[in-house]
């Protein structure tokens, strides 16, 4: 799978140029905090001292977990089906939050247990109906996990060949918060209680026996140990792995990359554990109200743009980010320096 990507940082050789023009905008040095830094951040991306946003797109992917079946979540699986048919009529949280704020928006089957018809907004990327469950034995096999990867990764590199250079990742899947605890505990060795929420809204009831049931999950025989793509194949799911394939791709083709919260951050951590450079292009949109979402940030160091008790999923976090990103490149463009506007700077 290594030999199917090369990922590398950007060059840093406009860092300086990039700073000073941040510098002599018409502010104090540093007043617009972390939309600094994304400007800078974009440019090196682009190596350009004027980047642009072009087709920006958000993708989400949908999958459904055996695990679900014994009672990991508070919904039963069939609400993975029936929110891909409400992302599909444009009812959701996230066709409101794209559709506002200027995303091309498509769903992307990477394993649901349902047989979708051909709808617009709707690729058929289906690796199985649904993964195995992970608590008795491995979520994938190995070639299932590859060919998620790669399925994924087409399809950014068509988006990347059709002029995208900005791309946002959500999912849908009932059960794959467990599998991102799963993730983010064996990559990042914090305590898995310590990786574990209440998902779609556990009582504590239902906390502790999603609790018991991954700790069950962890006892079983694995085979890879805590190698990241053994892990992805043991307890992620079809969309979790598709999603980073995709990240994989954007990395390589140079696109800005908007991290969701704690789902899409287990695929941005298993990325990265494999390609370091990969965090170069992110940026991470909001912290979720998941715990272990800031293990995952902490493990990427990565800085979020929002706060906002998010946890919904679907990346609504990098919808609702995705405005800052705009408003970073443009200040950088269109804003007027201290010597266009005749503004004295500082002694």
């Excluded at 990327?125 to 994938?140: D, L, Q, R, S, W």
């Excluded at 789902?263 to 949109?285: K, S």
């Excluded at 912290?287 to 493990?299: D, F, M, N, R, T």
């Amino acid at each position: 799978m290594h030999a199917h990507f090369k990922i590398t940082a950007p060059d840093q050789g406009l860092a300086a140029p990039l700073q000073h023009k941040i510098d002599q905008k018409t502010k104090p040095r540093g007043s617009l905090g972390q939309l600094e830094k994304l400007a800078r951040q974009i440019g090196l991306i682009q190596q350009r001292l004027d980047p642009h946003i072009s087709q920006p797109h958000l993708l989400v992917f949908a999958g459904d977990h055996g695990a679900a079946r014994a009672g990991v979540s508070a919904y039963p699986q069939e609400v993975t089906w029936q929110m891909v048919d409400n992302f599909l009529a444009g009812g959701a949280a996230i066709n409101v939050f794209a559709r506002h704020n200027g995303l091309h928006l498509t769903i992307v089957d990477a394993g649901v247990a349902y047989d979708f018809s051909h709808r617009p907004g709707l690729i058929h990327a289906k690796v199985a109906p649904g993964t195995a469950n992970f608590i008795e034995e491995a979520a994938m096999t190995v070639d299932q996990c590859e060919l998620a990867i790669a399925r994924g990764a087409e399809i950014v590199r068509n988006l990347a060949g059709n002029g995208c250079n900005v791309i946002g990742f959500g999912e849908m899947g009932i059960g794959n918060t467990a599998a991102a605890s799963l993730i983010t505990h064996c990559l990042t060795g914090v305590p898995l209680a310590d990786c574990i929420g209440r998902g779609t809204g556990l009582d504590d009831a239902g906390l502790q026996r999603k609790q018991a049931l991954l700790e069950q999950a962890m006892k079983r025989d694995r085979v890879g140990g805590n190698a990241p793509l053994a892990v992805l194949a043991e307890f992620g799911g079809f969309e979790i792995a598709m999603m980073m394939g995709a990240m994989l791709a954007a990395a390589e083709a140079r696109m800005l990359i908007l991290i969701d919260g704690f789902i899409v951050g287990a695929a941005a951590l298993t990325a990265a554990r494999l390609f370091p450079a990969l965090t170069n292009y992110c940026v991470f949109c909001h912290c979720s109200a998941e715990p272990g979402h800031a293990a995952q940030l902490q493990a990427l160091g990565g800085e979020p743009l929002l706060d906002l008790g998010l946890r919904l999923g679907e990346g609504t976090g990098a919808a609702l980010a995705f405005p800052l990103v705009q408003a970073a490149a443009a200040f950088l463009n269109e804003m007027a320096s201290f010597e266009s506007a005749g503004v004295a700077d500082k002694a």
